[in-house]
């Protein structure tokens, strides 16, 4: 799991220290849009900064990694198994082979 910290300031640095202290340390990054600071940060505590909501989101969040198939995100995969153990499509009500043809 993945925890951003917005803002390098003290409050900021204080989350950093008492999360990288638990004992099951989640990756953090943090954000701010003073380069000082995300230098400061990063030397202090070794994690990786940004200036932008937006930069931390595209780099920790590529829309496709090359080589790799693109997850579905219809929900087609949970109709169709519902569809399944029930006896019945969940969309138009029909038993299997109903008019629906979901």
């Given at each position: 799991?993945?925890?951003?910290?917005?803002?390098?300031?003290?409050?900021?640095?204080?989350r950093?220290?008492l999360?990288?202290?638990?004992?099951?340390?989640?990756?953090?990054?943090?954000?701010?849009?003073?380069?000082?600071?995300?230098?400061?940060?990063?030397?202090?505590?070794?994690?990786?900064?940004?200036?932008?909501?937006a930069?931390?989101?595209?780099?920790?969040?590529?829309?496709?990694?090359?080589?790799?198939?693109?997850?579905?995100?219809?929900?087609?995969?949970?109709r169709?198994?519902?569809?399944?153990?029930?006896?019945?499509?969940?969309?138009?009500?029909?038993?299997?082979?109903?008019?629906?043809?979901?």
């Amino acid at each position: 799991m993945k925890n951003v910290v917005i803002g390098l300031g003290s409050m900021g640095r204080r989350r950093i220290r008492l999360m990288q202290a638990m004992a099951d340390a989640p990756e953090i990054v943090g954000i701010n849009r003073f380069a000082e600071r995300r230098a400061q940060v990063e030397g202090e505590f070794g994690i990786k900064t940004f200036a932008t909501l937006a930069e931390t989101i595209a780099e920790a969040r590529p829309l496709h990694r090359p080589g790799k198939p693109r997850p579905r995100r219809d929900g087609m995969h949970r109709r169709r198994a519902s569809r399944n153990r029930a006896g019945r499509d969940p969309v138009c009500g029909a038993n299997f082979g109903g008019a629906c043809g979901v």
